[in-house]
């Protein structure tokens, strides 16, 4: 993990010329909201779970087929 003094140190590495571009990373960065909102659609598909054999991504047609005509 990452402690505040060594991000102080690294700051302290910045040229002087550079400290408004620094500024406005940090502070962009002290203002963002957490996320309170809404899961979004790709956290609700992460979500997504299915009940299948090991192979059924690689076999998908065999499981398609109606039960009378696989091998």
């Given at each position: 993990m990452v402690?505040?003094?060594e991000i102080k140190s690294e700051i302290e590495k910045v040229p002087d010329?550079?400290?408004?571009e620094l500024y406005l990373v940090v502070k962009r960065f002290?203002?963002?909201?957490?996320e309170t909102s809404e899961p979004t659609l790709m956290s609700?598909?992460?979500?997504?779970?299915?009940n299948a054999p090991p192979d059924f991504s690689?076999?998908?047609?065999?499981?398609q087929a109606p039960r009378?005509?696989?091998?």
């Open positions: 402690t505040k003094e010329d550079r400290l408004a002290t203002q963002s909201k957490p609700k598909l992460r979500r997504i779970r299915i690689e076999n998908i047609d065999l499981y009378a005509f696989r091998l």
